[in-house]
């Protein structure tokens, strides 16, 4: 409390901000040799910082990922590989989505929607609507397929609304009840990564996942305001068709439509 009466809490913030940054790069940048010959994982609730990751990246390495459940959730999946890898050979393979939680059918969902008297209506080609009511100003919740595993909203458990309506993203700050530095993200259908994003290059894999910041174009500034932060960062989730081919579904139709990807 006496910090908030001679400091505004954005100056402590940024302090704290750049404290960390100073210190893990410190760390890594005196423990290991030749960094722009390496590939960099990392794994633990601090690496949920997008600007810190960022900021380890631009040490140099080549490639970097962050284990998309990098808080305690993701403690039990090192546990589990620790104890085999003390019996078995393991052989880490590249993920393609973190879809792993529950999932529910049509028909348990009708079950639900009937057992509280709900308005509702089967659409056959969900996604295209759901593109066609984004496209149009509507804020659209989606529920699809199993849920994330870990922290981030990817697609399937998500609120959408276009990325180019400032009015919404005030609106939308509002309902969520979030401060208005804080962003939202912008999915991006991964074709088009280079189009709005400038330093993705060894960031791929960990940007399916919304876990590393990026600078944003000039493209994506102008077409999409509502994605970029105040210092012209976004936090990107690439989405293709193999990944995620639902909401890959969505975004294709949105980007037909609108011409924004």
Known sequence: TPLLTKYK??????????LLEKDITGILAKSLENIHSKNIAVAGGVFANIKLNRAI?????????????????????????????????????????????????????????????????????????????????????????????????????????????????EKMSQMLKRDDFMPFAPS???????????????????????TISCDATDYLSESSPSVVHVDNSARPQLVDNESAPEFFHVLAHYHKITGIP
Do not use: H, W
């Open 9 to 18: 809490r954005e100056d402590i913030a940024y302090a704290i901000q750049y």
């Open 188 to 210: 991006t259908l991964y074709k088009y990564r280079n189009k709005c994003f400038k330093n993705i290059k060894g960031c791929e894999l960990a940007a399916r996942f919304m």
């Open 57 to 169: 990246k631009d040490l140099g390495f080549k490639k970097i990922f962050i284990y998309p459940a990098m808080g305690d959730e993701g403690i039990g999946v090192g546990s589990a590989l620790s104890t085999l890898s003390k019996e078995f050979t393991i052989n880490p393979k590249e993920i393609k989505n973190v879809f792993y939680g529950e999932e529910f059918s049509n028909e348990s969902i009708q079950i639900e929607l009937q057992k509280y008297n709900l308005k509702y209506e089967y659409i056959g080609d969900i996604e295209k609507a759901c593109a066609e009511l984004i496209s149009q100003g509507n804020i659209v919740a989606r529920f699809s397929g199993r849920s994330e595993f870990g922290p981030r909203a990817l697609g399937n458990r998500s609120i959408l609304a276009p990325a180019d309506n400032t009015e919404i993203k």
